[in-house]
């Protein structure tokens, strides 16, 4: 027998070992567990911004959002005197931010636009909004003055937050424009005549909405109006408790039509069960 053989044999088992052991290794290193990139939705935190999130509502969203784990850009006319508010930012520090913000300053609304260029922002959700009272809409009574800050906040407030938050929306993941209006504005639910200034104020502002959702769909953001229906906050104050919801359940259902919202949806105007409100 040739004394060279076990060499040779030991040879030829270490050779198909190194070859068996680096198919192993490149099938590891090529298999889709270890190529693909890490996912950005791992550290990935959305962001809202919320008008008028000092009370009712915006409170109950900021409230709901952070729930939630996301990041809450909260923005309110008098932050100082926001107490509830204060005391949520408080609980989730990081990522309940409050910022002082008037929607009917538009220089304001461009600082702040010009403060977060660098954040995305996945929701712009429009919810600062007045009534102008009752009594300032009477016809042959009516106060024009009360009707121009009505407009000013309820309709074209969103449109400049819009504007002023376009690239902020671009880079964020989910894209989405949400307004809240209110079956007021509906003309096809109008039965009898009030709230003048009120009333024209949302049906314009879901005009605006569906101008945005037609406009930017290929830009892929998409664009939805929610009604939280009658709501026990202070803005509903005067009607019996009887006819009012609550604000979690109000705003726990327009987070579910916000959910639903995509390209498909985008311009839609819902009621808070998530049926379609009427124009």
Known sequence: MDATAPCKGIGR???????LFSGCLLATMLSPATTQE???????IPTVLITGANRGLGLEFTRQYVDRGWRVIA??????????????????P?????EKLDVQDFKAIDALAEKYTDTPVDILLNNAGINGGARNQIFRKLRYEVYEDVLLTNTIAPL?????FFD???ASQQKKIVTVSSSEGSIGSAKQARLYFYRSSKA??????????????RRGISVGIVNPGPTDTDFMAG???SMLRSPSDAVADMIRNIDGLNLETTGTFWQYDGTIMPW
Request: zero cysteines; a positive charge; charged letters at 20%.
């Open 204 to 217: 314009a502002v879901n005009m605006v909405m569906v101008n945005l959702a037609l406009q930017f769909k």
């Open 160 to 164: 400049k937050m819009s504007e002023a």
């Open 94 to 98: 990081g990522l309940v931010i409050i």
């Open 75 to 92: 923005t309110a006319r008098r932050p100082e005197a926001a107490d509830d508010l204060i005391a949520l930012a408080g609980e989730y």
């Open 13 to 19: 088992i270490r050779r198909r070992l190194v070859v």
């Open 239 to 241: 009607l019996p408790k």
């Open 38 to 44: 890490p996912s950005a939705n791992l550290t990935y």
């Open 168 to 170: 902020n929306l671009l």
